[in-house]
């Protein structure tokens, strides 16, 4: 088990430009979640997956964001034409949820976004 | 609506002092409790959780909550600090809106002075 991956870790980008983060969870983990990270600010809930569904978006998340998770394993999310207010660190986590919800989040390191 | 509320951004306490962080929740079902610590430039470690059963719960660390019902609450302890406390901590809640999804709350820092 070598908990939840992701990459890249940090990413500058210009503005307007397109960025991608992947994320790997834990092998045998059904659920995928991303979150967003602001500094001074808890995480924010951005979507999350039941093995390739994606189950909920947050309106947090627009039109420019998209994710996916093809075959129920790595996820990846991608910002198009990128804002300055884009900027934060993007959390994926992942659990096993099997009929109790109560099963403890992993995270990631996060993957820090600095738009300039 | 749904919410985490953590009362105080930021907490300073003496090494060797008492720690109390502060969590209530609102919820219209039986909610799942949880506190998360976060080092700089890391994501997020579980401390400690609250899924059912005993109210008391202890975690890593040496750290402690207790779920009550009647306050809607979930204050994180620990009776003596220690500088490598110095963290930000976040409670968070998962909720049944239909796929279980887990809010935080704003997070408070905890500064430990020696």
């Known amino acids: 088990d070598t908990g939840v991956s992701q990459n890249p870790r940090h990413k500058i980008t210009k503005r307007g430009q397109n960025v991608t983060f992947r994320c790997d969870p834990i092998s045998e983990h059904n659920r995928l979640y991303w979150y967003r990270q602001t500094l001074g600010q808890g995480p924010e809930f951005l979507t999350y997956?039941?093995?390739?569904?994606?189950?909920?978006k947050s309106r947090l998340l627009s039109d420019r964001f998209s994710a996916e998770r093809p075959k129920g394993s790595f996820s990846t999310l991608e910002i198009q034409r990128t804002e300055q207010g884009d900027s934060a660190m993007y959390l994926c986590a992942s659990s096993f949820l099997q009929g109790n919800p109560g099963n403890t989040i992993y995270f990631g390191e996060g993957s820090w976004l600095t738009v300039v | 609506a749904q919410s985490v509320t953590q009362l105080g951004s930021h907490v300073s306490v003496s090494e060797g002092a008492l720690v109390l962080l502060r969590c209530n929740y609102s919820?219209?079902?039986?909610?799942?409790l949880f506190w998360y610590v976060q080092y700089p430039n890391q994501g997020l470690q579980l401390l400690l959780k609250?899924?059912?059963?005993?109210?008391l719960v202890k975690g890593i660390n040496g750290f402690e909550a207790e779920f009550k019902k009647s306050e809607t609450s979930f204050h994180l302890t620990k009776p003596s600090a220690h500088m490598s406390d110095a963290a930000e901590y976040f409670c968070?809640?998962?909720?049944?809106?239909?796929?279980?999804?887990?809010?935080f709350g704003a997070g408070t820092r905890l500064f430990v002075k020696a």
């Open positions: 968070a809640v998962t909720l049944n809106t239909g796929g279980f999804k887990t809010i």
């Open positions: 919820s219209s079902v039986p909610p799942y």
């Open positions: 997956f039941q093995n390739e569904a994606q189950l909920e």
């Open positions: 609250y899924t059912t059963g005993a109210t």
